[in-house]
């Protein structure tokens, strides 16, 4: 009986990402040029919303990962449970698009195979460990620096999914010395005051190109005083424009963001906007996480690639010094016997 050649090999499941790989590049580069294309042919300008990226490229992203998965698992962990594993997260996936646990299909479809992907890519560090425990620091880090930068794309992608799908925005009009609640999220505001001035070289019939007003406000988060802030309306009369500055914290778990939309300053009321994003540290951490091993990738290539150049002339050498010796011997004996022969 013959042996089934094996399919689930590495070079194969590299092979299906960089297909599916240039299938996405195809999708995006196709978006971004039919605008073009339209203009040049028709004359009519077309804007595509990232709804069109969006619904067009997620099946290759959710392919990608899953090879991602593969990859990791490859080489690795016994080849009769890399199906299975691989398998049970794209049916979880559809399952969870069916009856949709988190109330929204994106998070349903992509928050299994990332974790599982995730999971796979760890396991993967943590083998290349055990495995090298003994060899140098060097190494070590050489070969897990490229799986650090799968686990940062790997955050980058639950970064946007999660913060993009559970991100809550609302606007309200404020009274100063008035406490409202924004709906949907658990932040309070409370304005202070305003303050405005002018600045800048005198325009036309105002004393100044520029007016600022200064908005001092409070947050509470669930009743309690959380922080201070300040948000600035600006109007400038010379380019006749107005434009804001805005507040932004960064919490170690979502981001609130606040600008003002419209101010009324003589009846000391404020349309302000806020927005909440959970998990956005995910995608900063990705980032950070990339360029991390990128960097590392980069630095420990170039001291293998000069340890290599040096085991190489050092080889060179080595073979150059026996050749000397073994010339030197041919030439003694040859001089001995020529000796011996005249004799």
């Not at 300008?45 to 990791?72: D, G, H, K, Q, W």
């Not at 988060?221 to 914290?249: A, E, L, P, R």
Request: charged share 20%.
């Amino acid at each position: 009986m013959k042996n089934k050649k094996n399919i689930l090999t590495n070079r194969n499941t590299m092979l299906m990402t960089v297909a599916v790989f240039l299938l996405l590049a195809t999708i995006i580069t196709m978006g971004m040029l039919t605008p073009l294309i339209a203009k040049l042919t028709t004359g009519v300008e077309l804007s595509l919303e990232p709804s069109y990226f969006n619904n067009r490229s997620a099946i290759p992203v959710a392919a990608l990962v899953l090879l991602l998965s593969t990859c990791m698992l490859t080489g690795y962990a016994e080849r009769k449970y890399i199906v299975p594993i691989v398998g049970i997260s794209a049916f979880v996936s559809i399952l969870f698009a069916v009856f949709s646990p988190f109330g929204n299909t994106p998070m349903d479809i992509s928050l299994p195979i990332l974790i599982v992907a995730l999971m796979a890519t760890f396991y993967r560090i943590i083998v290349i460990y055990k495995n090298n425990r003994n060899n140098s620091c060097f190494t070590n880090i050489r070969k897990i620096s490229a799986h650090l930068i799968h686990i940062g794309i790997l955050l980058i992608l639950l970064g946007i999914v999660l913060s993009s799908n559970m991100k809550v925005e609302s606007s309200q009009i404020l009274n100063t010395g008035e406490v409202v609640n924004f709906e949907g999220q658990h932040y309070q505001l409370k304005v202070n005051g305003i303050d405005s001035y002018y600045s800048g070289e005198p325009f036309r019939n105002y004393p100044a190109s520029i007016y600022t007003s200064e908005i001092d406000f409070d947050i509470y988060k669930n009743g309690n005083y959380f922080k201070s802030g300040q948000v600035k309306y600006i109007t400038d009369f010379k380019w006749g424009q107005t434009y804001t500055t805005t507040y932004i914290n960064r919490g170690l778990t979502e981001e609130l963001f606040i600008a003002p939309r419209a101010i009324d300053e003589e009846n000391g009321k404020i349309d302000l906007y806020m927005r909440t994003v959970p998990f956005i540290n995910c995608l900063w951490c990705g980032i950070y996480l990339m360029a991390i091993g990128i960097i590392a990738l980069l630095f420990t290539d170039r001291r293998y690639e000069s340890k290599k150049i040096i085991l190489n002339n050092d080889s060179k050498i080595d073979v150059e010094e026996k050749y000397d010796h073994i010339l030197s011997q041919e030439i003694e004996k040859r001089r001995y016997k020529r000796g011996k022969d005249k004799r």
